[in-house]
C-alpha cells in the first residue's frame, strides 16, 4: 500500500486557497480549524483526521478526491467548486439570485 504523502496533500491544499486569492487565515476560518493548525497542513507537518480533510474540502469548495489524489477537476466539480465559493460568501437571499441569473442565461443561451 502507497504511504499518503501529507507535503503533497499540503500543497493541492495550499494551491485550492490561492487560486481563490485566499490568506492562511481567511482558508481557515472557512475550514474552521486554527491558522496555525491549518499552515502545518498546507507545509505537510501536521496529519489531519477524515474530519478535518472534509472541513477543509467544504471549506475550499474543493473535492477531497482532488485534494487528496490530484485528480483533474471535471466540469461538474468546477461549477460545484464555483457555487460552493458564492455560497459561502453571500446570504441565502443573495445566493438565490445567482441562481436565479444562472438560469437566465442558461435559457437565453439554448435558444442560440
Do not use: H, P, W
Not at 15 to 40: F, H, P, V, W
Not at 107 to 112: A, E, N, R
Amino acid at each position: 500500500m502507497n504511504e499518503i504523502n501529507y507535503a503533497e496533500i499540503g500543497a493541492r491544499i495550499r494551491n485550492a486557497r490561492m487560486r481563490q486569492k485566499l490568506t492562511q487565515e481567511e482558508a481557515s476560518e472557512r475550514c474552521d480549524i486554527t491558522s496555525s493548525y491549518y499552515g502545518n497542513i498546507e507545509r505537510g507537518e501536521k496529519k489531519m483526521s477524515l474530519e478535518t480533510l472534509v472541513k477543509i474540502s467544504r471549506g475550499l469548495g474543493v473535492s477531497s478526491d482532488n485534494l487528496l489524489f490530484g485528480e483533474e477537476v471535471s466540469r461538474q466539480d468546477l461549477l460545484q467548486e464555483t457555487l460552493s465559493n458564492v455560497q459561502c460568501r453571500v446570504d441565502k437571499n443573495q445566493f438565490d439570485k445567482y441562481l436565479s441569473v444562472i438560469n437566465a442565461i442558461a435559457t437565453i443561451v439554448d435558444k442560440l
